[in-house]
């Protein structure tokens, strides 16, 4: 089944403790981005790749890092996660670009505490 | 800074009733594209449509693109409880600084009622 994954769905963590979340398509998609989603702000991109070894910055990058060493992960890198780094993440892939169509994967729940 | 903006924040129909909601941006773009999502769940691509196309039709829905306003239309006809999601636009601006972005709106929540 073509799909984007997410791991871990949820989770809570502490203030300072490096967490990764991960991301991984079984499309061979090219384009890869993180957004996250925050009630009365809609989706915010955090950081896009454009194909393996290219990841660029989106409109929210600050805190967050990322790395596109394979084609099919791109994982998600808080290296020291802030109480406002609370928020919905989600993963998406799409062919091409962003004006192609965007699959998401399901989300991962962050409460940092 | 958000480039979709939607109108309006929440919609509230009946069964059967048409649903419209409206997104702006701010400079121009490649192409629009409309998401459905349904509470706290992935986005599901509805419709794409380019900067060249003033009307596209996919089922029950249809969508316009006045790029002269910088604006579109998304129109559910006939809607079903089932449609009750929340809804986003996303805006391609293309090359230059913005190339590789993909920008969504704060998005309208639709609730249809049985």
């Known amino acids: 089944e073509a799909q984007v994954t997410q791991n871990p769905r949820y989770l809570i963590t502490v203030t300072g403790k490096k967490l990764t979340v991960t991301c991984s398509q079984n499309?061979?998609?090219?384009?890869m981005s993180w957004y996250r989603q925050d009630p009365g702000l809609g989706l915010r991109q955090i950081y896009y790749?454009?194909?393996?070894?290219?990841?660029d910055k989106g409109d929210v990058p600050e805190g967050y890092k990322v790395s596109r060493k394979e084609k099919r992960n791109f994982p998600l890198i808080l290296e020291s996660p802030s109480p406002n780094q609370t928020s919905l993440y989600f993963c998406?892939?799409?062919?091409?670009?962003?004006?192609?169509?965007?699959?998401f994967g399901p989300g991962t729940r962050l409460t940092v505490l | 800074s958000q480039q979709g903006e939607e109108d309006p924040q929440a919609l509230s129909i009946q069964e059967g009733e048409n649903a419209t909601m409206n997104c702006s941006y701010k400079?121009?773009?490649?192409?629009l594209q409309w998401y459905r999502q349904n509470s706290g769940r992935g986005l599901v691509h509805l419709i794409l449509?380019?900067?060249?196309?003033r009307e596209k039709h996919s089922g029950r829905l249809r969508v316009t693109l006045d790029t002269s306003k910088k604006s579109s239309s998304l129109l559910i006809t006939a809607s079903r409880a089932a449609d009750t999601a929340s809804y986003f636009c996303?805006?391609?601006?293309?090359?230059?600084?913005?190339?590789?972005?993909?920008?969504f709106g704060q998005g309208t929540i639709l609730t249809v009622h049985p």
């Open positions: 998406a892939s799409g062919w091409g670009g962003p004006g192609y169509e965007q699959f």
């Open positions: 499309m061979n998609h090219e384009y």
């Open positions: 790749s454009m194909n393996v070894e290219v990841t």
């Open positions: 400079t121009s773009i490649n192409n």
């Open positions: 449509i380019r900067s060249n196309e």
């Open positions: 996303a805006t391609d601006a293309g090359g230059g600084t913005s190339y590789g972005k993909l920008t």
